[in-house]
Structure formats: structure tokens, C-alpha cells
């Protein structure tokens, strides 16, 4: 279900940032079915030709020297590379090929990423002279566009939905079971990683965003294969702001929930459940990636009987978008409950991707209609001919009904916790989709 994300890169004022809001869809304020999420400005949903994508703006960097515009540069580069699909590097016909487009051409032609040269503010004849310059770096899809003019934007879109992989949505048909780790820095990822792994392979310190790096590691447990993602922290802070920290960190988590097959989310038992914690998970939510949520520390709090339940509660009304995942009391430091874990692991992916027959699934959905009749309108009512589901990581079903129109948020809500009761989908999100039919169909 994953979309393609395609990341935006290159100089200040090179008008990035007007391509991404002409481009962006209009957002709804609030992502629809995952109240208490608001989507950041980072990323925006676009569409083309019936394609939909993700764009991430790499961006937020304030033109302070060109040192710095150079490194902060880099550091947008390799995110991109790390997290999205497609690259788009931005440069202006206006100012020529400067010294810092050379390196970040450079990073972008080693790495394997489809990446597009975007050569904005081309709007004469002079700029388009200018365009030639531009293939000195190196990169062979060139396009040359006015981002607020909106010239030559159809045949840029045409090339980025071109180079959209469709075999990538099937690439980890193996056996191994993909584990992200994700959680704002600090959160105990690392610790987690190294406990699981049983050897200090990356080094911990209390210093959020010491220099480490999102790391896939292979292992085996109990005859299974696992592939532990890593987010890590963020490269040393440096004269990086805190702003663009926590917005590589959250972009980072995103590019490795992308990527995985379980995700664990991890929480501060000493914070309580946080802003950031509400957002990366709405990020997992709106994947739709098998989830867990871990409150780690777990041994570095004092507890009564009441605790978990004092826990318990403010996750599930801070997530109240995924009151399906299992919360689990953990310590990266002592091991406690990591044997459950794994064991919580094994039963989220299976349950996300567990196939319902027709047969169970129409019955299932007859009987909640018999307990529960749909709504009606203005005396129509909603009527629900047949159900069939359709894909899995999320389950997705489909209902066959007479007018979507008539679907209430709150019957879709009642119904999905129908599904539930009958089937184990702890863990998972659960889509439902509706088709129009006519009764004779
Ligand atoms: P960003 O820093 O890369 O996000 O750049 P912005 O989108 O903020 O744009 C920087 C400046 O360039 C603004 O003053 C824009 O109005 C201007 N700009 C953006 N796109 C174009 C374009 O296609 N042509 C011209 N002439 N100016 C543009
Ligand atoms: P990351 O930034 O999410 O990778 O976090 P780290 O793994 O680097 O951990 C940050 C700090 O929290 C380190 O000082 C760890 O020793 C500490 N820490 C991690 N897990 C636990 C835990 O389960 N209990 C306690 N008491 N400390 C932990």
C-alpha cells in the first residue's frame, strides 16, 4: 500500500518549495480517519495520471554560508537517497551551475536512486541556453521547468510516474521478516537493536543524535530468519538546527517503516507518550504496517499495580487511531519481555496477513448487519449486496453496495470492530473500501 516517495533536493531558493505546494494535493487539515494527526508539512500527497505519490521536502535550510549550505546540503542528499524512490534535484537556470550542485551530483549519481535534474526558473531564452550547463553534472534525465510559471511540469510528472518501480511493491517476497525500530531519539532504538542482537554493534551514548546510521542487520531466532531495521540517531548535531533533526529523524523512520515488515514503535516509559510518539505512529498507521507498541525504560520507573494500566490508557487515548496494536511493557536494558516481543512480532504479521475466505467473510458481515442495520438517508438506506477482500498488509475489503454515499464514518467504524471481534486482526489496520453496484448486479 505503500505510495512512492519522491524526494526534492538542492540549494536554497532554487524553488523547491514552490514546485511542492504546486504540486501538493489540497490537504484535508486532518488526515481523515486518524484523528488527532496532523500531517507535517514535510510530506504532501500528490497525484499524477491516477498516480499517487508522497512528496518529502528534504528542505528547511536557512541560507547562512556556503559551508554550511554544502554540508546541510549533503545531509538532504543522503536522506533522500536513504528514503525515497525518485530524487528530484533542484537547480536555477538563473544562477548556473554553483560549486555545491557538483557534490551533491556526485553523491546522487553513486547512489542507486532514480534521480531527475530539475533545472527550475527556465522561462526565456537565455535561461534555456543556460540548461545545456547543467549536464556537466553528470545526471542523464534532465528537465527543464518554471516552477511558478508552471511551464514543463507535465513532462517532469511524466518521468517521475514513469520511473516509479511496480515490481518494488513485491520485492520481499523471502522469508525474512523485516523489523523497523522506530521512535524519537533516545527512546532506547539502539539499545534494543544490541540487546536483540546479543553484541554491541553500534554504540550507544546519551548524547541524542550521535553520529550512527540506520543499519539493516540480519539474524536468526528460534530458526527464523529477521532482518532488524535501525533508525539510529541523527548525524551530530553540529551547526544543524534542532528543526531539521527531528525532521531527518521523523523522514528516517518513515523510509524504514516503509521498508518493514513488522514495526515496533518505541516509547519512553520516563516521558509518557509525547507529540513525536503520536506522529511516528500515525506514520505506521497510515502505511498500514503490523505494529507494536513497545514502552521501553520499563525497569527505570517506579511501578504499582496501577501502572500499567495508568500506561495502558494514555496510549490508547493518545492512539486512539490504533487502539489494534498491542502495547508491551519492555527494557532494552535488562531484556525484560523481549521473548514476547518476538513472539508479538510473529502473530502481528500473520494477522496482517491473513486471508478470509468469501464465504466466512459474507457471513460475518451479514450478521453484523443483522445486529446492527446500516444507516439511511432521506429513506434510502445503505444496503451492502457482497464482500470480498481484496489484499493483505492491511487486510483490505471491499463492500459492494447500492450508494457509497450512504456509508457513515461511524457504521465503517462499527463494522471494522465487527471484523474484529470475529477475526484476530490485533496489530494490523484494516481498510475497507466501497464499490457501487446495482441490485441486479
Ligand atoms: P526553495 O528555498 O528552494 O524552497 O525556494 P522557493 O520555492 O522558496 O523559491 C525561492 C524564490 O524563487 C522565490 O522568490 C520564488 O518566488 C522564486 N521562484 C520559484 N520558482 C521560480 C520560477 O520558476 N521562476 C522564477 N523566476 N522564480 C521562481
Ligand atoms: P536511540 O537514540 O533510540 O537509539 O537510544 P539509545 O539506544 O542510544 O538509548 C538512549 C539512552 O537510553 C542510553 O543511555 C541507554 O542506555 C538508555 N536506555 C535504553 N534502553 C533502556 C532501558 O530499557 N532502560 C534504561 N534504564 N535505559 C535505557
Known amino acids: 500500500m505503500s505510495k512512492p516517495l519522491v524526494a526534492i533536493v538542492g540549494r536554497p531558493n532554487v524553488g523547491k518549495s514552490t514546485f511542492f505546494n504546486r504540486i501538493a494535493k489540497k490537504r484535508t487539515a486532518i488526515v481523515e480517519d486518524t484523528p ?15 498516480y499517487k505519490f508522497t512528496m518529502i521536502d528534504t528542505g528547511g535550510i536557512e541560507p547562512v554560508s556556503e559551508d554550511i549550505i554544502l554540508k546541510q546540503m549533503k545531509q538532504q542528499a543522503e536522506l533522500a537517497i536513504e528514503a525515497a524512490d525518485v530524487v528530484l534535484f533542484f ?22 536512486k532514480k534521480v531527475i535534474l530539475v533545472v527550475n526558473k527556465v ?10 550547463d547543467f549536464y556537466v553534472l553528470g545526471i542523464g534525465d534532465l528537465f527543464a521547468i518554471s516552477a511558478s510559471q508552471g511551464l514543463g511540469l507535465g513532462d517532469l510528472l511524466d518521468a517521475v510516474v514513469e520511473s ?40 550507544v551514548s546519551d548524547i541524542p543524535g550521535t553520529t550512527r ?9 528460534d530458526g527464523r530468519d529477521y532482518i532488524i531495521i535501525d533508525t539510529a540517531g541523527m548525524r551530530k548535531k553540529g551547526k544543524v538546527g534542532d528543526a531539521n533533526i527531528e525532521r531527518y529523524s521523523v523522514i528516517r523512520s ?24 503520536v506522529k511516528i505512529a500515525g506514520y505506521v498507521h497510515e502505511e498500514g504496517k503490523p ?18 494500566e495508568e500506561y495502558n490508557n494514555s496510549i490508547k487515548t493518545s492512539l486512539s487511531f490504533m487502539t489494534y496494536a498491542p502495547r508491551l511493557y519492555i527494557s532494552a536494558k535488562t531484556g525484560q519481555r523481549i521473548d514476547k516481543l518476538f513472539m508479538l512480532i510473529d502473530e502481528v504479521y500473520s494477522n496482517a496477513t491473513r486471508r478470509i475466505s468469501t464465504g466466512l467473510l459474507n457471513d460475518c458481515v451479514r450478521d453484523a448487519i443483522e445486529v446492527t442495520p446500516p444507516p439511511s438517508d432521506k429513506g434510502r438506506r445503505l444496503k451492502i449486496f457482497y464482500a470480498t477482500q481484496v489484499s493483505t498488509m492491511p487486510p483490505t475489503f471491499v463492500l459492494f453496495v447500492n450508494d457509497p454515499a450512504l456509508m457513515h464514518f461511524s457504521y465503517k467504524r462499527y463494522l471494522e470492530n465487527y471484523l474484529r471481534k470475529t477475526f484476530d486482526f490485533s496489530g ?13 448486479q
Open 164 to 203: 516509479f518501480d511496480p515490481a518494488s511493491e513485491l520485492e520481499d517476497e523471502d522469508d525474512i521478516m523485516r523489523v523497523a525500530l522506530v521512535g524519537k531519539p533516545n527512546v532506547g532504538k539502539s539499545s534494543l537493536a544490541n540487546k536483540i542482537l546479543g553484541h554491541n554493534r553500534c554504540i
Open 428 to 440: 494490523t489496520a484494516i481498510r475497507i473500501l466501497l464499490r457501487e453496484r446495482s441490485e441486479k
Open 91 to 112: 537547480v536555477d537556470a538563473k544562477d548556473g551551475v554553483v560549486s555545491a550542485d557538483y557534490e551533491v551530483a556526485d553523491m546522487l549519481r553513486r547512489s542507486d
Open 213 to 221: 546510521d540506520a543499519i539493516d542487520t540480519p539474524f536468526k531466532r
Open 123 to 132: 522561462e526565456s531564452s537565455k535561461d534555456e541556453e543556460m540548461v545545456y
Open 291 to 308: 505494529v507494536i507498541i513497545a514502552v521501553n525504560k520499563w525497569d527505570a520507573i517506579e511501578k504499582d499495580t496501577f501502572t500499567i
Open 254 to 277: 518513515l523510509a524504514a517503516v516503509r521498508r518493514a515488515d513488522v514495526v515496533i514503535v518505541l516509547i519512553d516509559a520516563n516521558l509518557g507518550i509525547t507529540e513525536q510518539d
Open 36 to 50: 488527532g494527526v496532523t500531517r507535517d508539512r514535510l510530506f504532501e500527497d500528490a497525484e499524477w495520471l491516477n
